[in-house]
């Protein structure tokens, strides 16, 4: 009797720690609507409790840093891939090499499997139509409509040293000045004055616009097209000079606690029903498992910079402490 007992305890821990693991704890950069539907159907089909909080990408590289001794999740689902590049640089993700990853082009993942691309997004400039029009804007079409004096006050971005989106766009610009930083950070300087606010999340100005409480943002073409599709009046424009754009990635953090369904999440990202879901955001997603969103800005319609990746993540630390000196600590 007392072994039968004894036997019972034993199933019962072992229940229990089987149990315990059934969870992943993740950060994520995704919308929330997004995100919900993408890790509900994700727990709905293996049981495996998805732990989500929706950070800016910037705001995820912070956190991870502050946790790396200790980190509280297990992997990271969306961001401009930027981020994702700074954080393997710091030690705050671990390679995988998943089965799926053959589905997406080798110039678009990690060469050392520590990153995945998801989408691509190029950057625009989105404007409401009815405000624009109260006001006698007109909206803009290039970098340079941006400095415009009639846009004092009337342009809202995202502060780069907190939104992937932002820093994409100092980058960005570094390419459309061919190279000179000193044309960038005048550039930025007289853009400053244009700006009402900056905000943490790159998605947010857009969101202003689409409200009217504010004429014109930048930010990604992908979550403006979302607006008008939802009934916004709203002028969405690519910068004539080229833009640049995200490559939308997932990690895994390195020391995460939730390692094997890490993994099991990672995968299933990356496998057809997560990427057909994908593919309803109007982005251009990268999986050959996965269609472009009819309604969405394809990459071959957009003129683009010639982006360094690897330059504009090994740079960022001195980029973003060159913008906070000379920009967002005098605001």
Same mark, same amino acid.
């Given at each position: 009797?007392?072994?039968?007992?004894?036997?019972?305890?034993?199933?019962?821990?072992?229940? $229990?720690?089987?149990?315990?693991?059934?969870?992943?704890?993740?950060?994520?950069?995704?919308?929330? @609507?997004?995100?919900?539907?993408?890790?509900?159907?994700?727990?709905?089909?293996?049981?495996?409790?998805?732990?989500?909080?929706?950070?800016? $990408?910037?705001?995820?590289?912070?956190?991870?840093?502050?946790?790396?001794?200790?980190?509280?999740?297990?992997?990271?689902?969306?961001?401009?891939?930027?981020?994702?590049?700074?954080? !393997?640089?710091?030690?705050?993700?671990?390679?995988?090499?998943?089965?799926?990853?053959?589905?997406?082009? @080798?110039?678009?993942?990690?060469?050392?499997?520590?990153?995945?691309?998801?989408?691509?997004?190029?950057?625009?400039?989105?404007?409401?139509?009815?405000?624009?029009?109260?006001? $006698?804007?007109?909206?803009? !079409?290039?970098?340079?409509?941006?400095?415009?004096?009639?846009?004092?006050?009337?342009?809202?971005? @995202?502060?780069?040293?907190?939104?992937?989106?932002?820093?994409?766009?100092?980058?960005?610009?570094?390419?459309?000045?061919?190279?000179?930083?000193?044309?960038?950070?005048?550039?930025?300087?007289?853009?400053?004055?244009?700006?009402? %606010?900056?905000?943490?999340?790159?998605?947010?100005?857009?969101?202003?616009?689409?409200? $009217?409480?504010?004429?014109?943002?930048?930010?990604?073409?992908?979550?403006?097209?979302?607006?008008?599709?939802?009934?916004?009046? =709203?002028?969405?424009?690519?910068?004539?000079?080229?833009?640049?754009?995200?490559?939308?990635?997932?990690?895994?953090?390195?020391?995460? @606690?939730?390692?094997?369904?890490?993994?099991?999440?990672?995968?299933?990202?990356? %496998?057809?029903?997560? %990427?057909?879901?994908?593919?309803?955001?109007?982005? =251009?997603?990268?999986?050959?498992?996965?269609?472009?969103?009819?309604?969405?800005?394809?990459?071959?319609?957009? !003129?683009?910079?010639? %982006?360094?990746?690897?330059?504009?993540?090994?740079?960022?630390?001195?980029?973003?402490?060159?913008?906070? !000196?000379?920009?967002?600590?005098?605001?």
């Amino acid at each position: 009797m007392k072994r039968l007992a004894t036997l019972l305890v034993i199933l019962a821990c072992a229940v $229990g720690m089987v149990s315990a693991q059934q969870k992943v704890g993740v950060y994520t950069t995704l919308e929330e @609507p997004l995100a919900k539907e993408l890790f509900d159907l994700f727990q709905k089909e293996t049981g495996i409790q998805v732990n989500w909080q929706r950070l800016s $990408g910037g705001e995820v590289e912070s956190r991870l840093e502050a946790e790396k001794s200790n980190p509280q999740a297990s992997i990271w689902v969306g961001g401009v891939g930027l981020n994702h590049m700074s954080a !393997k640089i710091k030690g705050l993700t671990t390679p995988y090499k998943s089965k799926m990853l053959a589905n997406t082009p @080798p110039e678009y993942r990690d060469t050392e499997n520590y990153w995945v691309g998801l989408y691509l997004g190029p950057l625009s400039f989105i404007t409401n139509n009815k405000i624009a029009k109260e006001q $006698g804007l007109v909206p803009p !079409k290039s970098w340079a409509d941006l400095l415009k004096p009639e846009y004092k006050g009337k342009i809202r971005m @995202p502060n780069p040293t907190t939104s992937g989106t932002a820093y994409n766009m100092v980058t960005t610009l570094r390419y459309v000045f061919k190279g000179d930083e000193e044309k960038v950070f005048d550039y930025l300087q007289k853009l400053d004055k244009n700006i009402d %606010q900056y905000t943490k999340s790159g998605s947010a100005p857009g969101k202003s616009v689409a409200i $009217g409480e504010i004429p014109i943002a930048v930010g990604y073409a992908h979550d403006q097209v979302k607006l008008r599709v939802e009934g916004a009046d =709203v002028t969405i424009t690519i910068p004539s000079e080229g833009t640049g754009f995200e490559i939308a990635s997932m990690s895994l953090v390195k020391g995460g @606690p939730d390692a094997v369904n890490a993994k099991k999440l990672y995968d299933w990202v990356l %496998q057809p029903a997560a %990427q057909a879901i994908i593919a309803k955001w109007y982005v =251009v997603p990268l999986s050959k498992l996965a269609k472009k969103n009819p309604v969405a800005f394809g990459m071959d319609e957009v !003129k683009t910079v010639k %982006q360094d990746l690897t330059w504009d993540a090994g740079n960022k630390e001195r980029l973003l402490a060159r913008w906070v !000196k000379e920009i967002g600590s005098k605001r």
